[in-house]
């Protein structure tokens, strides 16, 4: 499977996966390998977070898609949402962090307020937290 078919996947998947959850309507999504499940999330040194399994985690719609695709690291994904409205944030440059015991740490910056879509996704990509570009619609559902 390409990167790029995996990374698109895996874009697909989270917004599945978390459309039963409360909407965003200006925030971000952090999605991860399962390897990170736990892992806590910082924003500019302040702990916000942990990864957490997608709702779907051991469903049916998990199942579907492993009959599907086989057992593709696209379906071993955990994801975090932070939603803007509930957190302060200050307009201008901001670091992101992914720390978890036994896992390399990764980090990425991003700045707000955002131009285009309000609700970006990132992906971790080894030791880097990117912004998935086309994924603008995944706070929208």
Request: hydrophobic share 40%; net charge positive.
């Amino acid at each position: 499977m390409t990167r790029y078919f995996r990374i698109s996947f895996l874009a697909l998947l989270a917004t599945i996966a978390c459309s039963g959850e409360r909407r965003i309507e200006n925030g971000i999504v952090i999605a991860a390998p399962d390897s990170y499940a736990g892992g806590s999330v910082l924003l500019d040194g302040k702990k916000i977070g942990e990864l957490q399994y997608l709702e779907t985690h051991g469903g049916l719609f998990e199942a579907v898609l492993k009959k599907m695709y086989g057992d593709s690291p696209a379906i071993h994904v955990v994801a975090l949402k932070i939603d803007f409205a509930r957190t302060v944030i200050r307009p201008g440059g901001h670091q992101l962090l992914l720390e978890k015991a036994g896992q390399p740490t990764a980090g990425g910056s991003f700045t707000f307020p955002f131009h285009g879509s309000p609700v970006q996704l990132f992906f971790v990509d080894g030791t880097k937290i990117e912004v998935q570009k086309g994924a603008g619609k995944f706070g929208k559902q």
